[in-house]
């Protein structure tokens, strides 16, 4: 009991340290696009919203097929 204790412990300050550093870090983009791309993937789309916005985009039209596609036959 008393390891899984020490491990717990351990993992804790091995976290905080991982956080402090990651507070610490400044990055640089060279585009609004890098920045909100970056944003994007840093940051979780609330269920709700996800739901909502999937239903209201069912009802739009599908993009026409590439006439490459028609022209393979796919």
Excluded at 6 to 34: D, L
Excluded at 44 to 58: E, H, I, M, T, Y
């Amino acid at each position: 009991m008393k390891q899984q204790n020490k491990f717990n412990s351990q993992h804790e300050q091995e976290m905080a340290a991982q956080h402090q550093s990651t507070q610490n870090t400044v990055q640089e983009f060279s585009t609004v696009e890098e920045l909100l791309r970056h944003d994007a993937a840093q940051t979780a789309v609330p269920a709700g919203l996800a739901d909502r916005l999937q239903k209201s985009s069912a009802d739009f039209p599908r993009p026409n097929r590439s006439w490459w596609k028609k022209l393979l036959g796919q």
